[in-house]
T-cell receptor, first 113, second 115 residues
Framework: AQSVAQPEDQVNVAEGNPLTVKCTYS??????LFWYVQYPNRGLQFLLK??????LVKGSYGFEAEFNKSQTSFHLKKPSALVSDSALYFC???????????FGAGTRLFVKA | GAGVSQSPSNKVTEKGKDVELRCDPI?????LYWYRQRLGQGLEFLIY????????KSGLPSDRFSAERTGESVSTLTIQRTQQEDSAVYLC?????????????FGDGTRLSIL
């Protein structure tokens, strides 16, 4: 069965510092991995995805994520956090055979000025 | 811009009433999904439509929940005899196809409150 774990409910970081939001997954076969961001009272917005190829994926708003097959992880990163990055972040996984996307419980990111 | 549109944005109703939630996907998107997001929690899959294929209803929590989609356009999610535990944000998403590498585009949701 597919599953996604986001081990941190909340991440706090100072503006200008690098940030990491962690995600680990479990799926049979090749995983398709996604990160989404949700701002208050809004739907989820797609940030980036890993399908195949380079393990480092670049996405919107300066975010990137690193796929690590041996550790079954797909951590979201940004070199320099902005206050406006404060939001709820969701990792998601999809089995290459199916349509169903499994979302993690979300990690709330607070960036302090 | 022609994003995913959901209506109403907020709905307050009394326990036992029926509610209907609407989703207009992005034009040309063949795949449509409904999710439920309870306060402070992740997304719970409800139902998936792909083109003219039979929908996957495996996520619907009870027979009080049903959904329809007209061709590849509008979808409605209906909750009958609402209960307080139905209170949540209901999110709709669409994608160009049902292929697994396609990201989903979300509406802003309908916030449902059952009194």
């Amino acid at each position: 069965a597919q599953s996604v774990a986001q081990p941190e409910d909340q991440v706090n970081v100072a503006e200008g510092n690098p940030l990491t939001v962690k995600c680990t997954y479990s799926v049979s076969g090749n995983p398709y991995l996604f990160w989404y961001v949700q701002y208050p009272n809004r739907g989820l917005q797609f940030l980036l995805k890993y399908i195949t190829g380079d393990n480092l994926v670049k996405g919107s708003y300066g975010f990137e994520a690193e796929f690590n097959k041996s550790q079954t992880s797909f951590h979201l990163k940004k070199p320099s956090a902005l206050v406006s990055d404060s939001a709820l972040y969701f990792c998601a996984v999809r089995d290459y055979r199916g349509f169903k996307t499994i979302f993690g419980a979300g990690t709330r990111l607070f960036v302090k000025a | 811009g022609a994003g995913v549109s959901q209506s109403p944005s907020n709905k307050v109703t009394e326990k036992g009433k029926d509610v209907e939630l609407r989703c207009d996907p992005i034009s040309g998107h063949t795949a449509l999904y409904w999710y439920r997001q309870r306060l402070g929690q992740g997304l719970e899959f409800l139902i998936y439509f792909q083109g003219n294929s039979a929908p996957d209803k495996s996520g619907l929590p009870s027979d009080r929940f049903s959904a329809e989609r007209t061709g590849e356009s509008v979808s409605t999610l209906t909750i009958q005899r609402t209960q307080q535990e139905d209170s949540a944000v209901y999110l709709c998403a669409s994608s160009l196809t049902g292929q697994t590498n396609q990201p989903q585009h979300f509406g802003d949701g309908t916030r449902l409150s059952i009194l």
